[in-house]
């Protein structure tokens, strides 16, 4: 166990590195993962560094390593609970965006350069928004709010059929030098930094519930409104289950199959009013008090 090693020694190098991807001196930055992780999670580990510099450079995928060094010796996690929170943490690091989305399509015009193809997305206004530094961003969508156009839907064309499309691709996909300045990834980066907190008091208060708090990640994935949908539904079994539980406000024995139940309520409803019902009855099951129910 690394009882004596400090935070800093994790996050300190990540920040190093991540400054140096911002200004594009990273190119011999590739992280060395933990040599006491246990093998299953190495082999999950691996395919999430190659992942993530794919995604926004070394610098980042550091991060990422850095973020895994915190569960290195921990007790009761084991070697698959392990490989699951690398294998689940990279796929939500990499989130999708429209640059991620403009970068696939070029990786897909280099395989094979003969084949032109269009994907349509379906994207929310503040989505959009949210590409800026959160300084420039964060009036903006204020006054989205303000005029009842956050959610507004948007179309955008990602096509590879014509050479000026291309370019169009090309400097879309050139804004990953900017992408760690934006308000998407500040707020993608308190969403992850969350469910790892979530699994480290799992870990101390309910230790058989961890394996179903990791699965929790899975839920948020995608783009448009079936995301933002996604997260409202994590937040709410969240804030309304699995905090109070780690608090102490509520008793919850077996969280685990209460997250189980939880899930299986989820639907593509906005108002959540399944999710809701079944959260409800959990907690009058178990004398919870829901006179602040949302």
């Not at 897909?108 to 269009?118: A, G």
């Not at 448009?224 to 539980?245: C, E, S």
Request: glycine share 6%; hydrophobic share 45%.
């Amino acid at each position: 166990m690394n009882l004596g090693r400090s935070k800093a020694a994790d996050v300190l190098p990540a920040i190093r590195s991540m400054f140096a991807n911002v200004s594009g001196e990273n190119g011999n930055l590739i992280p060395t993962l933990p040599a006491d992780m246990p093998e299953t999670a190495r082999l999950a580990a691996v395919d999430g560094v190659k992942h993530l510099i794919d995604y926004q450079g070394p610098g980042y995928a550091q991060l990422y390593v850095g973020r895994l060094r915190r569960f290195v010796g921990r007790r009761n996690i084991d070697d698959k609970v392990f490989a699951d929170i690398a294998r689940l943490m990279a796929a939500r690091m990499a989130y999708d965006d429209p640059i991620r989305m403009a970068q696939l399509k070029l990786a897909e015009t280099r395989k094979d350069p003969h084949v032109s193809s269009i994907d349509v997305r379906k994207l929310h206004l503040d989505e959009l928004m949210s590409l800026l530094p959160k300084r420039g961003a964060d009036p903006v969508i204020r006054v989205l709010d303000y005029l009842g156009w956050r959610r507004l839907p948007v179309s955008m064309r990602f096509s590879t059929a014509s050479g000026f499309r291309l370019r169009c691709l090309r400097i879309l996909a050139s804004l990953r030098r900017w992408r760690l300045s934006s308000l998407r990834y500040a707020n993608e980066r308190v969403w992850v930094e969350r469910w790892l907190h979530m699994i480290d008091r799992s870990l101390a208060k309910q230790p058989a519930a961890v394996a179903a708090v990791v699965a929790t990640a899975g839920m948020v994935q995608g783009y448009g409104a079936a995301y933002a949908q996604n997260l409202r539904d994590w937040n709410l079994i969240i804030d309304r289950l699995v905090k109070p539980t780690f608090d102490g406000a509520i008793r919850c024995p077996d969280l685990s199959a209460a997250i189980a139940e939880a899930r299986a309520a989820v639907e593509h409803d906005p108002r959540q009013e399944s999710l809701k019902r079944v959260i409800t009855g959990f907690r009058e099951r178990i004398g919870a008090d829901d006179r602040r129910a949302d």
